[in-house]
């Protein structure tokens, strides 16, 4: 396609049409750096359509690393020997004086499936409460699989967004994945709390697939949840895994797609994680088409990421500050509160 056909492809999208599942494949399918180029310049020109240059900041809170599950991909699985922390009310209040007025749009409360909180959810639901005092902020939540009632209870009490990620809808991998845990449930989770009122997160893992069909099944997947934000991450081998020793792969696959996400969900939110590759990663992802910069963690922060790229190193380098630089260095900036209020219905 010359420019003249990647600009009419853009408005076509922008315009309402759709991609077939042949289209999908072949958009997957591209090896050749020029084509994929074209891709990416496509999939910006459909995000500044209903974003121009704004972009929207995450400040992320992982306030517990327990968990009673046992997912076959994550650093945190309840059989991985690992030192844990939880946060007490006094930690998180603390926390909270540094996130105020800092210029992010929401704060990621996100938590391993932590018995103590299973067991008694008003303490997480008082954990929100005290967040949402305190720094007067949209709140998400990334709690795990937790109850109607108590998703009621959190919405009631501050929280806006819930991620929950499927990871993939191809329920064989997912069965290898999500070890023991329930696929029906996990989207059922989903619905209830888009049924509560909450703006949901969906999110897929790549390089961890067997083939494109896969993908295009776990693509066509995040329709169905009517997702509000939706993610692609590179699948990282952890230790405690069974992936322990194997090579990461690249993230070309997730530039690729985070393309084909913002063409199938052209006005929705997309996230470039810095969790993966840190600031010089958020901007291959920006490229991409992403809107948000998620996992944003102070410089001096002990806290954990998910998948931690920055696990060994002395200093954090993605604190807010160094974000919003990086984003003025490529003509982006921060968007207004108002604006993202507005994609949150308030
Ligand atoms: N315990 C909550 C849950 O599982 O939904 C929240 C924890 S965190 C948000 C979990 C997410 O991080 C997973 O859904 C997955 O998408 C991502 N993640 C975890 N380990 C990862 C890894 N090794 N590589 C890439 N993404 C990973
Ligand atoms: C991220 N580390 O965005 C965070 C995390 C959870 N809602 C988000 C996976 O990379
Ligand atoms: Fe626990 Fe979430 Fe990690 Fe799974 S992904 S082991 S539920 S923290």
Known sequence: MDQDELDNFAEKIVNGSELSDDNILDLLSIKDKVELDKLFYVARAVRDHYFGNKVFLYSFVYFSTYCKNNCSFCYYNCGHDIPRYRLSLEDIERLCDGLKGEGFHMIDLTMGEDPYFYDDPNKLVEIVRTVKDRVGLPIMVSPGVMDKDTFRKLHKNGADFLALYQETYDRELYGKLRRGQSFEERINARKSAKDIGYCIEDGILTRVEP????????????????????????????????????????????????????????????????????????????????????????????????????????????????????????????????????????
Do not use: C, W
Not at 211 to 230: A, K, N
Not at 269 to 279: F, K, N
């Open 211 to 346: 083939d494109m069909r896969s993908t295009l099944t776990s693509l066509r997947g995040l329709e169905t949840s009517d997702p509000d934000m939706v993610r692609v991450m590179t699948f990282v081998p952890q230790d405690g895994t069974p992936y322990e020793g194997s090579e990461p792969g690249s993230s070309d696959q997730e530039l690729m797609i985070i393309s084909i996400l913002r063409i199938m969900f052209p006005d929705r939110l997309i996230p470039a994680s810095l969790d993966l590759e840190g600031i010089d990663g958020m901007v291959h992802r920006l490229n991409a088409g992403a809107n948000v910069v998620t996992s944003i963690i102070s410089s001096d922060s002990v806290l954990e990421g998910v998948v931690n790229y920055d696990r060994d190193m002395d200093e954090r380098d993605r604190d807010i500050k160094s974000v919003v630089k990086r984003l003025e260095s490529m003509g982006m900036v921060p968007a207004d509160q108002s604006d993202f209020n507005k994609v949150l219905g308030m």
